[in-house]
């Protein structure tokens, strides 16, 4: 039988302990959650992504709870052997603690293992009130993309000493607070080797060069289901954007010519098939 992935064995996975580096991959939906969970990732992230890969907005602002309880029920419907994470949508953990946990609540009913939420020390009273809840919390720190008027873009974040000491500090803040794992986004390799080093939780980086202890990315870039421009962190495994443009394609020629459907594409009455 299949062990699912669980907190508790996540909590002290560490590359330095000789570990192997975790892999998180993003799925919104049932089909990419079966792939990713064929492919044997460890952690399906319902990232608050959503809005900008799926729903073509600008920014992840623009999806509330509702949003991300409808994606991730579609994802935990498929049973993934992977730990199912659902991010907190910007404004969901900002107010004051018993909304953060009845939106953290609501992620779990739809069928998360654990949630994802953005920012340091300024979050760790409701990271404490969410893991009090038994909710378990995955950090985010660095690039952070609900920040994203507040940083003036998608910005590279912790470049000079003040802002990578921040950064640990920041780390160290959400561990003592009970998260269980911190995703490390955009920062510069050293910094991230830094954080890696000095908490015992894991890091799960993004941009955030190989010194983390596993490594994320957006399900629709890593198979360039999009050809958007992409930041130089996204490896395309695959083209599928082109693909499908040349299936969708090939079946519009065939509809246009006739080729499809064909005999056998097609349904007999019965006592007259041929
Ligand atoms: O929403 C998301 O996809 C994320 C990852 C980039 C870590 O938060």
Redesign the pocket.
Known sequence: MEVRVTVPALRSHKVADGRTPLV?V?AYDAPSARIADEAGVDLI?V????AM?VLGYED?LQVGVADMAHHTAAVARTSPRALVVA?LPWLSYHRDRADTVGNAGALVRAGAAAV?L?GGRVRVPMVSALVDAQIPVMG?LGLT?QSVHVMGGFKVQAQDDEAAAALLADASALVDAGVFAI?L?GVPADVAASVTDAVDVPT?G?GAGRHCDGQ???FHDLLGLQDRLAPRFVRRYADLKAEGVKAVAAFAGDVRTGAFPSDSESYVRRGRGR
């Not at 990232?47 to 959503?50: A, I, L, Q």
Request: proline residues 5%.
């Open positions: 998180m993003t992230l990232g608050d992504s959503v890969v992840t991010d994802k953005e985010h993309p995703v986004e799960i993004i994320v990315l957006v």
